[in-house]
């Protein structure tokens, strides 16, 4: 009886042993998938910190953007109320001598610019 009781014991050591190293061995690779996780939750907050900068500079270029933007219409309805007050298809009409250098001077200033734009660099 002895025998069989030193066997059992044996038995039950070998698995209690078995047990302990599996255990052990699945304790130690969750260690290690906590580690890798808490890097990852670390990269997803510098991550999550550099697109709330982003962020914040992206809306004050649009906010600047949309304040060039209220400007530019401004000068434009300026410029088409200042054109809706002067008629010049009427005022050449009514003094050629007048407008008609005016309008071909500019005329040729501006073709002028236009075709040598990038003519005068010197690179």
């Given at each position: 009886?002895?025998?069989?009781?030193?066997?059992?014991?044996?038995v039950m050591l070998g698995l209690f042993y078995a047990y302990f190293k599996i255990?052990?061995?699945?304790?130690?690779?969750?260690n290690q998938e906590v580690a890798t996780l808490n890097i990852a939750n670390e990269q997803n907050q510098q991550t999550i910190q550099t697109?709330?900068?982003?962020?914040?500079?992206?809306?004050?270029?649009?906010?600047?953007?949309?304040?060039?933007?209220?400007a530019a219409e401004a000068g434009l309805n300026t410029l088409r109320r200042?054109?809706?007050?002067?008629?010049?298809?009427?005022?050449?009409?009514?003094?050629?001598?007048?407008?008609?250098?005016r309008m071909q001077g500019a005329t040729n200033d501006l073709f002028e610019n236009y075709f040598n734009f990038g003519r005068n660099d010197t690179r």
């Open positions: 009886m002895t025998k069989y009781l030193v066997i059992a014991l044996v255990t052990q061995d699945k304790i130690a690779f969750l697109m709330k900068v982003t962020a914040e500079q992206n809306a004050e270029r649009n906010r600047e953007l949309q304040s060039n933007l209220d200042t054109l809706q007050e002067h008629n010049l298809t009427r005022l050449a009409a009514e003094k050629p001598g007048l407008i008609e250098p």
